[in-house]
């Protein structure tokens, strides 16, 4: 008697819950405005002022940190030639040696030029070289992992080499 009793004052009381929320009013909508004319004006035609292109960043951004089973060795050589400053971007593997899926490699040179190029599943001694200048360059280094992760190891100023005389 008493579990009919509870039941029924219960479906009474989700009764009385569903009907008070279907009897809510919705609110007013919005009156429409009334349209109001529009007047085209004609203005002469403005010629476009060239903007000046944006400066190169030279500043280098973070890295991020990898986990030591994805971790890797990346090595960054300047050409110490004036007639030919180049800069040469080495993988030596690590423990994610099997892991990356490709290596990204950017240099953003202080002539603001930036040259960029990638190795798909490098291994150990591969080798990315890109033309620098004599002066300081940018070096950007991302690797892409097998799970698609990506990680930014190297992104950093190589200056040139002051010569020897």
Known sequence: MKKCFLVFISLILMLCVLIGGCVQSSPPSPATPAPTPSVAFVTPQQTQIPQPPQACSLIPGPIQIVPEYESVSVTVNRNTITENPTIAIVFNGGLGLGMVT????????????????N????????TVTLMGTTRTDRVIVVMTMTSGSQYTIIDKDYPFPPQVQ
């Open 102 to 117: 490709k290596m990204n490699v950017t240099v953003i040179r202080s002539d603001c030029v930036r040259e960029q190029q």
């Open 119 to 126: 190795r798909n599943n490098p291994v150990m001694g591969d």
